[in-house]
């Protein structure tokens, strides 16, 4: 009878296998077949197509530098007009099942080899964060919630409420659905509603104050449906979207008594070698950085435009001057109190928030840790692990020996890994901070300091929200649903407070104390933004102040987040963006 079962479980994970290979192999052909235009850097020829220049040097209309959130809809737009060039540093997400699939969400996070989607860094702050580096960009790595700003954020960045209204459901009748409320996401909902963030809107786009079901780019069957998906709405004649290749600088014309204009790009290929792409000679030309708010602060100043003094430094020959080139660098501080429960429970990703009137988002996840795969991972932003990386001082903590912590999880049991979050975030944080460049080599990270909780209000904020978050625990509907005992609010702290979830040293004994709470346990929700805002690094327009032909377009311009959740606009100003380049330079003959 033994060997009988055994003989079956083979067969089933045999089964499993051939599936899970012939799902891979198939978006491999589906890709290759929907998306032509999409190559390898190591494939680029300066003389193989688009050329509009006198002689056989292939030119562009657009260089667009960062195949992400933003990036995507943009080149889709823009090429409908005209030729565009996309570089991406990294690879195709269809074939990749840890982007495709949300059950393999936190794989995907703690996958932190070289040709990962996901590069992750750590904060001088201590806090564990990630940046995406795929076609898709953070589409491909987040937790996937779609929500739109409200009409306040559109009015103060001064968009076009219109052109955003006709620019938002361009991305949702593409890449957006209707969530399958989870069990967690519904028990959580009522709680919600009985300590008062109400009224329930239902399932909305929309940002209003209360309950609400948000969208999600992730399908019933579970599937995930990324930027990247976009590009089928492009012209397939006029794009060209090279993927491994990673711009290490803008070229300028920099001729003297003139502003310096862009000319076109250095990138190399997944093998290393060098490459320059131009634009044409028109004035109207650009190369747009869409780097996100980590990655085109750090290009700029690898450029040659950024503070004088950062440049000098490190040798980098100036272009121009601009002392706020990575400053004012915000992210919105989160904070998780973890509810163990005695039983397993389904995955869920963020699909509803509570949003309140002081200033704080409520939001909850659930059943991490469904496979054996991804109960050994390093989990970030969701981790249930306790650990003790947190009592290893701040200059012994090496890559070996957070490398080293994280294989000692292997023999967590799996109990650890029951039960859910429930999530509080600070909306539109005073606090700031600032980005400078370690060194000159673009794959390297840059040296990020977000200053949580540097301003008193974002801690008095943080303070009413754990408040709420364990209200919504205690309350009578979470507590049918977990089966568990109403715990003390204590209890929670103490649970949470010893979770391994950022590199700051733990104040176990204070958990009484909310503010301490508040800045022992601080992670991120990868909201992070700022670096070259507007009037002071680009104009209204998102051109780079002081040049010609270089444009920013994506969330370093923001001052804030918007909406619970920013991916849905910035998928939106990609698009937003593009549609107004075409109809500045085209009027009516834009057709779009």
Not at 76 to 82: D, H
Not at 86 to 106: I, K, M, T, Y
Not at 295 to 311: D, F, R, V, W
Not at 497 to 510: C, G, R, S
Request: charged residues 20%.
């Amino acid at each position: 009878m033994a060997a009988f079962v055994g003989a079956v479980k083979l067969f089933i994970s045999l089964v499993l296998w051939l599936n899970t290979l012939s799902s891979i192999q198939g978006a491999r052909d589906f890709y290759e077949f929907r998306y032509p235009f999409i190559k390898r850097a190591s494939s680029f020829s300066s003389s193989s197509s688009f050329s509009s220049s006198s002689n056989d040097e292939v030119t562009y209309d657009y260089i667009i530098v960062g195949g992400g959130t933003a990036g995507c809809p943009l080149a889709a737009t823009l090429s409908q007009n005209f030729s565009v060039l996309l570089l991406e540093r990294g690879g195709v997400p269809f074939s990749n099942a840890n982007v495709s699939f949300l059950r393999n969400f936190h794989i995907a996070l703690a996958d932190t080899s070289p040709t990962s989607a996901s590069q992750p860094f750590v904060s001088t702050d201590g806090v564990i964060n990630a940046r995406a580096r795929v076609l898709g960009g953070g589409t491909c790595i987040n937790a996937g919630f779609y929500t739109r700003a409200n009409s306040d954020f559109i009015r103060r960045v001064g968009w076009d409420a219109r052109l955003v209204n006709e620019s938002y459901p361009w991305v949702e009748k593409q890449i957006v659905h209707q969530p399958k409320l989870a069990p967690w996401q519904d028990a959580f909902k009522d709680s919600l509603l009985d300590v008062g963030v109400s009224p329930y809107n239902g399932f909305t786009y929309d940002h209003i104050y209360g309950t609400k079901v948000g969208g999600t780019i992730f399908d019933r069957f579970g599937r995930r449906h990324t930027a990247a998906e976009l590009l089928a709405s492009a012209n397939p004649e006029m794009l060209t979207v090279l993927v491994y290749a990673t711009v290490q600088k803008v070229l300028f014309d920099k001729s003297a008594g003139k502003r310096p204009k862009a000319m076109g790009v250095m990138f190399k290929d997944e093998n290393g070698n060098q490459h320059q792409a131009f634009l044409t000679n028109n004035r109207r030309s650009e190369v747009i950085l869409s780097c996100g708010a980590i990655g085109t602060p750090q290009l700029l100043m690898l450029s040659g435009i950024g503070p004088k003094a950062e440049l000098q430094r490190l040798n980098i020959s100036m272009v121009l001057h601009n002392e706020f080139v990575g400053k004012g660098m915000a992210d919105n501080p989160m904070n998780s109190v973890f509810v163990p429960m005695t039983r397993s429970v389904e995955q869920s990703l963020i699909q509803t928030v509570g949003i309140t009137k002081m200033g704080v988002y409520i939001e909850a996840s659930s059943g991490f840790g469904q496979s054996q795969h991804s109960i050994h991972c390093h989990h970030g932003l969701l981790s249930a692990e306790i650990g003790q990386l947190s009592t290893v001082p701040p200059k012994q903590r090496t890559r070996q020996a957070i490398e080293e912590f994280i294989k000692r999880k292997r023999d967590l049991p799996r109990e650890a890994f029951k039960g859910g979050f429930i999530l509080e975030k600070i909306a539109m944080p005073l606090s700031t901070g600032h980005l400078n460049l370690i060194n000159t080599n673009i794959d390297n990270n840059p040296s990020v300091t977000f200053n949580y909780f540097g301003h008193p209000r974002d801690l008095r904020r943080c303070v009413n929200g754990i408040r709420m978050a364990a209200k919504v625990i205690q309350s009578d509907r979470f507590t049918n649903f977990t089966k568990c005992d109403k715990p003390t609010v204590e209890r929670l702290l103490n649970m949470s407070v010893k979770a391994n979830i950022n590199l700051i040293p733990k104040h176990t004994n204070d958990t009484k104390s909310l503010e301490q709470f508040c800045k022992d346990t601080v992670i991120t929700i990868w909201h992070y933004h700022g670096g070259c805002h507007v009037g002071k690094v680009v104009d209204p327009n998102h051109k780079v102040l002081g040049t010609r032909r270089l444009r920013i377009v994506d969330g370093s311009t923001f001052s804030e987040s918007p909406g619970t959740n920013p991916q849905g606009t910035v998928l939106m100003m990609g698009r937003y963006m593009g549609v107004k380049i075409l109809r500045r330079r085209l009027g009516k003959a834009a057709g779009v």
